[in-house]
């Protein structure tokens, strides 16, 4: 057993009033037909429960009343019928923490109560293979939701991490469609079992932030249907999502939002999505295609005519309507309808979408929902327990790690040391409760004796330069320590009232490249010339260039934005209270330039036309291409080491229908207990077309105490061997041979075996 400390004790404690059954890794086979009846298995079925009320609710509203429901009439609200007792929608952004009021119009609300849980961020919770966690993170996001009132939180978000610059990677989970959909079910049913309705986004190729609002993306149908939707569909037919939100980008030269391809023929077509699609603030561009193409409820273009991308030259009666009546489909919606009646069908069946979230939130017919709970110790305890499952241990030279609190002298070294980071990134800010910073941590876990001395080491500044007066300071204290542990890597950003000034995690904007930024490589070469024990923990949103030092150096630690309990847990791990457990969701690159989105595609824009790109490197996209083309990374999918060691027994591979089982054992063989995460990958050896060299098809995390085995059964249906012929405008499964690799990372492969199909 651990010895804990007694505030970590007592979060663990009141997180087990809130864990969750394991989710299954097995596959759920994939519809035959191109547009089916919804089947059993199919969680958009919970939405139709109440279609005979709400018929009965549309023959009461006018066509007026129906327009008014289609559109926001706040920054954060829509509809409301006060005739018909039909209430207002409530939208809050997530993903990981209730948003601070905004109030009526982008106007914050004084002496709110919304100081709340603030969870580590997307990649911190993909980064724990967990997918228990996913369900008690979204329990706590759907409860605070309900305590503050709203009904549709605004998360999860999970777009493919393609580029290591997209300022918004750090709200999303992974490189890997497969890892994306085993996190993002239990979110979403941990949400949505509080009463409140998840809101997937950004559907879909939302994969940067730079031109967001006007890039046309072009991709192969092979790579959007392998690549960029099955955490989408995923999240429509497993988790049965109620809402789902349409992104800014263009996709095949219609905005995502009004595409009818997206929109219609897959969504509510081939997925059956019964739901409300919600658009991005501001992201309808035209009536008709809105009315047609499958936005039910517009919000936020009130930002477009703010910024004047919407004409705002009307005079007289027209300059005097509402804000939120010169929407897309407001007034001119109303118009379009009473010109063509044909149109109304469409109205009805947008309206039809909303009244089914509002019964399934309980918002109808006086339903009471679930009570939300807010700032509860069980909601402290899931932050914690996250924050420290997702950090990773990327390297312990000599097993300095984990470090001894009987050390004598400690520097900590780092400008992150001390920063809250709560309030950055852009929408995804939470107001937090309070947020232990990781000194904070570190002088907790030591108690009042510990000798630590602080030095800030760089500045987070607009001029990115080096400090050499804070060096000197920093050089300084890691000489007269023991140990010097430096908290450096990114920032959401130095200056928030001045919105993407030097904005390294943050919407709208991204990241200018993937090297460490104010000057930390100067700072962490010389810090660890002074003393060679030196550690580095990285906070931020993902993959950074730390070639320059990375040799030297004896640990280096990822914590992502830990959330508010981030600085006890990097303690922990840093101490050993908690065996490092979490693994990379995403590769990291030596350099840039070896990026296949780099390397490959194109990014920002294509050369000479800057609205325009294409995913030239197709499904190879992260692991799939270092590995299928002997690309060295920093640092691989799936890697992180752990304070103890798993050997892993024979792999039994045997054939189940159109699908395989395997079976294996894995032993701790330390002397310290942790977690394994088994990943299975699937290799074909005879495909008919170019696939990649292996695709994670299932995992598992398996706990052992030292010297416990485990024996792991992973089952894979046919979707794990499917791919999708653009000929035949379908998955399929190739007969043939395919080779089953487990291991402990993409590039840690332990056993293999084969099946034939």
């Known amino acids: 057993m651990f010895c804990f400390p007694s505030h970590r004790a007592a979060l663990l404690a009141a997180a087990l009033f809130c864990a969750a059954p394991l989710v299954s890794t097995a596959q759920t086979p994939a519809p035959a037909a191109k547009k089916p009846a919804l089947a059993p298995g199919n969680r958009q079925q919970e939405l139709l429960g109440n279609e005979a009320k709400i018929e009965a609710l549309l023959k009461k509203l006018t066509l007026e009343e129906k327009i008014s429901m289609l559109h926001a009439n706040s920054a954060f609200a829509a509809g409301g019928i006060k005739r018909l007792n039909i209430p207002e929608i409530m939208t809050s952004d997530g993903p990981h923490g209730v948003r601070p009021e905004q109030g009526r119009d982008w106007k914050g609300v004084k002496n709110a109560n919304d100081a709340g849980t603030y969870l580590p961020v997307g990649n911190a919770l993909a980064s724990t293979w967990n997918p228990a966690l996913g369900y008690t993170f979204g329990t706590v996001m759907g409860s605070e939701a309900a305590a503050r009132g709203k009904d549709i939180i605004l998360g999860p978000g999970i777009n493919i991490i393609r580029t290591p610059l997209n300022g918004r990677n750090f709200e999303y989970l992974s490189e890997d469609p497969y890892l994306v959909t085993k996190m993002v079910v239990g979110y979403i049913k941990g949400v949505q079992d509080q009463g409140v309705s998840a809101c997937v986004k950004h559907y879909a190729a939302n994969n940067q932030e730079a031109h967001r609002n006007d890039i046309d993306v072009e991709m192969s149908e092979r790579a959007l249907r392998e690549i960029y939707l099955p955490g989408f569909k995923a999240a429509v037919q497993e988790a049965g999502v109620y809402t789902?939100?349409?992104?800014?980008?263009?996709?095949?030269?219609?905005?995502?939002?009004e595409n009818a391809y997206l929109m219609n023929d897959i969504l509510k077509g081939e997925w059956g999505f019964k739901g409300?699609?919600?658009?991005?603030?501001?992201?309808?561009?035209?009536?008709?295609?809105?009315?047609?193409?499958?936005?039910?409820?517009?919000?936020?273009?009130?930002?477009?005519?703010?910024?004047?991308?919407?004409?705002q030259t009307a005079t007289g009666a027209q300059a005097t309507r509402s804000l939120y009546d010169r929407f897309f489909l407001a007034d001119a919606a109303l118009e379009a309808v009473q010109k063509d009646k044909s149109l109304e069908p469409l109205v009805d069946d947008k309206v039809r979408r909303i009244l089914r979230v509002m019964y399934k939130t309980s918002m109808l017919d006086g339903a009471k929902r679930k009570p939300g709970a807010y700032n509860t110790p069980e909601h402290y305890a899931t932050a914690l327990k996250v924050a420290e499952e997702g950090i990773v241990l990327l390297k312990n030279?000599?097993?300095?790690?984990?470090?001894?609190?009987?050390t004598k002298t400690f520097a900590v070294i780092g400008e992150n040391a001390t920063r809250e980071n709560a309030m950055g990134g852009g929408s995804s800010q939470v107001k937090a409760k309070y947020e232990v910073t990781p000194l904070q941590g570190l002088q907790k876990a030591l108690g009042s004796g510990a000798n630590i001395t602080y030095a800030q080491g760089y500045k987070i500044a607009r001029d990115q330069k080096a400090d050499p007066q804070l060096i000197a300071q920093a050089v300084a204290a890691a000489k007269a320590?023991?140990?010097?542990?430096?908290?450096?890597?990114?920032?959401?950003?130095?200056?928030?009232?001045?919105?993407?000034?030097?904005?390294?995690?943050?919407?709208?904007?991204d990241k200018p490249d993937m090297k460490m930024p104010f000057g930390q490589d100067e700072l962490i070469k010389a810090v660890v010339a002074?003393?060679?024990?030196?550690?580095?923990?990285?906070?931020?949103?993902?993959?950074?260039?730390?070639?320059?030092?990375?040799?030297?150096?004896?640990?280096?630690?990822?914590?992502?934005?830990?959330?508010?309990?981030?600085g006890n847990a990097i303690a922990h791990v840093l101490f050993g209270d908690v065996n490092p457990s979490g693994k990379l969701p995403m590769t990291w690159p030596v350099k840039l330039e070896d990026s296949p989105a780099h390397k490959l595609g194109e990014y920002p824009s294509t050369p000479g036309n800057e609205l325009k790109q294409t995913y030239k490197e197709d499904v190879f996209v992260g692991y799939r291409y270092f590995d299928t083309y002997n690309v060295a990374p920093q640092y691989a999918f799936g890697h992180g080491l752990s304070y103890t060691s798993f050997e892993y027994g024979k792999l039994t591979v045997k054939p189940r229908g159109q699908g395989a089982t395997a079976t294996l054992t894995v032993r701790n063989t330390g002397k310290m207990a942790g977690a394994e995460v088994v990943q299975l990958y699937v290799h074909d050896d005879q495909a008919s077309l170019k696939r990649p060299e292996k695709e994670l098809k299932a995992f598992e995390k398996v706990f052992l105490k030292p010297g416990e085995s485990k024996t792991v059964t992973l089952t894979l249906g046919p979707d794990a061997f499917r791919l999708y012929d653009e000929a035949k405008k379908q998955w399929v499964l190739e007969p043939g041979t395919f080779t089953l690799q487990a291991g402990s990372s993409s590039r840690d492969i332990r056993q293999t075996g084969t099946v034939k199909l």
């Open 244 to 257: 789902l939100m349409g992104s800014y980008n263009k996709f095949r030269g219609t905005y995502a939002t």
């Open 276 to 311: 409300l699609v919600i658009s991005d603030w501001g992201s309808v561009h035209d009536t008709q295609k809105a009315l047609r193409n499958g936005t039910d409820l517009e919000m936020g273009t009130d930002l477009a005519l703010m910024y004047g991308s919407v004409d």
């Open 397 to 406: 030279d000599q097993n300095f790690l984990p470090l001894k609190k009987t």
């Open 481 to 509: 320590a023991d140990v010097a542990i430096v908290v450096g890597g990114s920032t959401h950003g130095y200056d928030y009232s001045k919105w993407g000034d030097n904005a390294y995690d943050a919407e709208g904007f």
């Open 530 to 566: 002074a003393n060679p024990n030196t550690v580095v923990v990285l906070l931020g949103g993902g993959m950074m260039d730390v070639s320059a030092w990375q040799g030297q150096v004896k640990g280096i630690v990822e914590a992502w934005y830990p959330g508010m309990e981030g």
